[in-house]
């Protein structure tokens, strides 16, 4: 399950303040300090905040909170901000752009569990693993050719398998990426039995973004999840879902996810009308 959730607005004018200004750059460099400090006790916040609520949904449907693990997407987001999460004692990030995680995951300490969750393309998979030895897993596996991709290159330069997750069209829209549910199964046949190099974990999706499809999405993904698994002859508890977002991820907790979820932790209070985007957090259960 993901749950995808808002920055605090404030910030903005701070962080994107444009050259040119009256104001001298050094009467500028005390309060751009001041904002990234406040913008680091806000993400733990966030953080504890989501940690809460997941932990509550879980224990309302007789699961404990150790079934849910959180994700810290951290795409856009400087390395201090991410150290602070990390020294808070959180170790699981997320990462969009491959570009970013080659840059980021060096800088910062050997035992973070990066998840990349963003659309992959064939030209970007060996800078990916070259790049970041420590990436735990790939969220967006979409199709054979990416699947082959990954395969080959994970016995090349004789890492560990990795493991994937099979992305999901599961609202329909053009503009998501994923497959379509009717052939999920088959690419899952493909990576499970196809790439030896690849450990399938799981399935993930990402729903419409005003939640009015949320439930059916769910059920769709859920319903893709009981194929694989009988096609593989696995309980449906080994095989993970990463799904949800700011507006649903409690109901995603509740009634499907199992030991993977995504989930972003919500800067706005619950019940809040403001909109959400892919910024900060991600939590997999």
Not at 26 to 35: I, L, R, V, W
Not at 105 to 124: C, M, R, T, Y
Request: glycine share 8%.
């Amino acid at each position: 399950m993901r749950m995808w959730a808002d920055e605090p607005r404030p910030m903005n004018n701070l962080e994107n303040r444009e050259g040119g200004s009256d104001t001298p750059a050094s009467e500028d460099a005390e309060p751009s300090s001041m904002a990234a400090s406040a913008m680091d006790g806000v993400a733990a916040a966030a953080l504890r905040s989501v940690l809460h609520r997941v932990h509550q949904a879980a224990e309302r449907s007789g699961r404990g909170p150790h079934q849910v693990r959180v994700v810290a997407v951290s795409k856009t987001k400087p390395v201090s901000l991410i150290r602070e999460v990390y020294d808070s004692g959180h170790r699981c990030f997320g990462e969009n752009y491959v570009q970013e995680i080659i840059e980021k995951a060096p800088q910062l300490p050997e035992d973070i569990e990066w998840h990349f969750i963003g659309n992959l393309q064939s030209n970007k998979v060996k800078p990916l693993l070259t790049g970041v030895p420590n990436l735990a897993v790939v969220e967006t596996v979409d199709d054979e050719k990416i699947a082959n991709r990954l395969d080959r290159m994970v016995a090349t330069i004789g890492r560990k398998p990795l493991k994937v997750m099979v992305q999901v069209n599961t609202s329909g829209e053009e503009s998501k990426s994923g497959v379509d549910p009717a052939g999920c199964v088959e690419l899952v046949k493909h990576v499970a039995l196809g790439c030896p190099n690849l450990e399938f974990c799981g399935l993930m999706t990402i729903g419409m973004p005003d939640y009015t499809s949320t439930p059916e999405n769910f059920k769709t993904l859920a319903n893709c999840r009981s194929e694989v698994c009988k096609l593989l002859g696995i309980a449906e508890e080994q095989c993970e879902l990463s799904m949800g977002m700011s507006g649903d991820f409690e109901l995603a907790v509740s009634k499907w996810a199992v030991p993977m979820c995504g989930l972003d932790p919500p800067y706005s209070e619950p019940g809040s009308t403001q909109s959400s985007s892919p910024q900060l957090f991600d939590c997999a259960a």
